[in-house]
């Protein structure tokens, strides 16, 4: 076993940097995390957490690597590189904010950033290299997960729902644990938290058409606290015509999406349809927002075979009234930030890295096949190891 490795899987508790780049392209977020234990044993502290926005060059360089037909081999090359060293560099701000040096950290998780996902072609590409992050920060790095699980028949994807069923699996009630994020995403856990039980998947579009209809008028990059969708009204006849044009929605589970299918000239088709329809700015908005909200409903009655007990949200859309009450509208019932089980909205899926981080050193299978379809459990993820010259920070 590799040195570095073993004195990881010796220690009964480490602490780990999770690293999150996800649809949303709204910059870094890192989670500094104590973690004693593996799998259902698994307690997690997060400990500091920040998100390093992109600049707006960032933002746009990657937004076109996500768009098809966008990208260069040579600009997919040049920026695989300049976000590891980003993200290299976004931990060790993180752990300078903390208090923290490189030495006193074990590890580092990186999901990296999502460019193309196209599961019913068996492949991903996940960029921010691994052996930049390792050696702009001297530690470990673990990452490039989606591969691993796909080679095996599965989604890639969703990843999440392998941690919500180690932290937030309960004996007492079912629970939906919903994300709303770029993408939106939902973890179904029965009473019990059986692993043949759990169902997970996404739901549709979270933030990102919101987010792209925004940008197309001009008024910033999201919508912030849902004030402009706040000031509409949804239309029915908008709504409908999403529903009837979205081929993602009754697709059967375990399936995953992006913005391979939420694009800028699918926002730009509604918002067209919408206008025709006589509807202001911000009525489009707060359809768009209700067609969030209607497809996590719609999945979780769909693609759920039990009932929901409780409902638990995190990511971007939990900040959002208007969204939370639609939501609320869709399920026929509150849900509540994710806080109440003691996880902040916002730090989740850095955290949830860190943990997948620590399964794959401990060489435990990761993934929950029932959400991605695999044909097995898998271990999923890739390790760079920083050289013994290699210092934090070089």
Known sequence: MIEAVRRIVEKKEVLAAGVMSGTSLDGIDVALCRIAGVGRDTRIEVLHFITLPYSDREREDLLRLCTPGGADVAALCRANKALGVRIGHAVLEALSGAGLRPADVDFVSSHGQTVHHAPEEGCTLQIGELADIAAVTGLPTVGDFRPSDMAYGGEGAPFVPFVDRLLYASDRASRLLINIGGIGNVTALPQGGAADGLRAFDTGPGNVLIDSLMKIHGDGDFDEDGRTAARGAPSQELLDFMIGRDAFL?????????????????????????????????????????????????????????????????????????????????????????????????????????????????????????????????????????????????
Do not use: Q
């Open 250 to 394: 009754p697709r059967p589970a375990p399936k995953s999406t992006g913005r391979e299918l939420y694009t800028v000239e699918y926002a730009e088709r509604v918002l067209r349809h919408g206008e025709g329809l006589g509807l202001t700015f911000p009525d489009v908005v707060a359809t768009v927002t209700d067609f969030t909200a209607y497809a996590i409903g719609f999945s979780a009655r769909t693609h759920v075979p039990f009932p929901i007990d409780e409902f638990y949200v995190s990511g971007g859309g939990a900040h959002n009234p208007f969204m939370m009450r639609r939501l609320a509208h869709h399920l026929g019932a509150e849900a509540y930030p994710l806080e109440r089980l003691g996880m902040s909205v916002d730090a989740k899926e850095a955290a949830a890295f860190a943990i997948l981080g620590n399964e794959f050193l401990h060489g435990r299978f990761n993934n929950a096949r029932s959400a991605t379809g695999a044909d097995r459990d898998v271990l999923m993820g890739k390790l760079a190891l920083p050289s013994p010259s290699a210092g934090a920070g070089s």
